[in-house]
């Protein structure tokens, strides 16, 4: 089945480092495949989304491009801020799997000034 | 989002009470579902449900039961038969069948006494 496996947490960066978070993805189908960020306390917001192979999305300096040959989805930003930290969800739609959406664990981002 | 509303944002409750969480959407859109999340871990589908008067058991259905009588709302019904309800429970809506992402509500946060 579909299934999505991301770096366990936390990650603990300086303000102004490079951020990795590392996704790879098993699917059955063509899916989609998303980047969500929870702020403490509240719902997941969408951060960037790719729909088919080789598509980068991006989103408030943060990138992820779709690599179907090494089946990931790698979360990448050059320069992280204080305000960054928060805990980032990668996930996968199926788009014949009436549409289920199939999250990773989540990986939490500390960034100290 | 704003096109979601959940409420309350924080309940409590007695043990063997059973208890609703109300999930409202304008988005217009198909598909809705209800995910459960503790501390630290990543989301758990626990219902979804593509159209009205149709809905489907996600991964952890056990304890508890939903209903879709319009398309505005889903709400998700914690029974005194869920072992460990005490959670954070988050109301998603997606376009069904689309590649589209999920919009999510802010939560509810459920604490069982």
């Known amino acids: 089945g579909d299934s999505v496996t991301q770096m366990e947490g936390p990650v603990t960066l300086s303000e102004e480092a490079f951020l990795t978070i590392n996704c790879t993805y098993t699917a059955t189908g063509y899916p989609s495949l998303f980047w969500y960020v929870q702020y403490p306390g509240e719902g997941l917001q969408l951060l960037l989304k790719?729909?088919?192979?080789?598509d980068k999305g991006s989103n408030k300096g943060f990138e992820a491009t779709y690599r179907k040959e090494t089946t990931s989805f790698h979360l990448e930003k050059g320069s992280v801020q204080v305000s960054d930290s928060a805990v980032y969800f990668c996930?996968?739609?199926?788009?014949?799997?009436?549409?289920?959406?199939?999250f990773g664990s989540g990986t939490k981002l500390n960034v100290k000034p | 989002d704003g096109g979601i509303t959940q409420s309350p944002k924080y309940l409590f409750r007695k043990e063997g009470q059973n208890v609703t969480l109300s999930c409202e959407q304008n988005?217009?859109?198909?598909?809705m579902y209800w995910y459960r999340q503790d501390p630290g871990q990543g989301l758990r589908l626990i219902y979804y449900?593509?159209?009205?008067?149709?809905?489907q058991k996600g991964d952890i259905a056990e304890g508890y039961s939903v209903s879709r009588e319009k398309k505005e709302s889903f709400p998700l019904t914690v029974t005194s038969a869920q072992k460990n309800p005490t959670a954070f429970y988050l109301c998603?809506?997606?376009?069904?069948?689309?590649?589209?992402?999920?919009?999510f509500g802010p939560g509810t946060r459920l604490t069982v006494l």
């Open positions: 998603a809506v997606g376009a069904y069948m689309v590649y589209n992402e999920q919009f």
């Open positions: 996930a996968l739609s199926d788009l014949y799997n009436f549409n289920k959406f199939y």
């Open positions: 449900s593509q159209i009205v008067n149709d809905f």
């Open positions: 790719a729909t088919k192979a080789d």
């Open positions: 988005l217009n859109h198909d598909a």
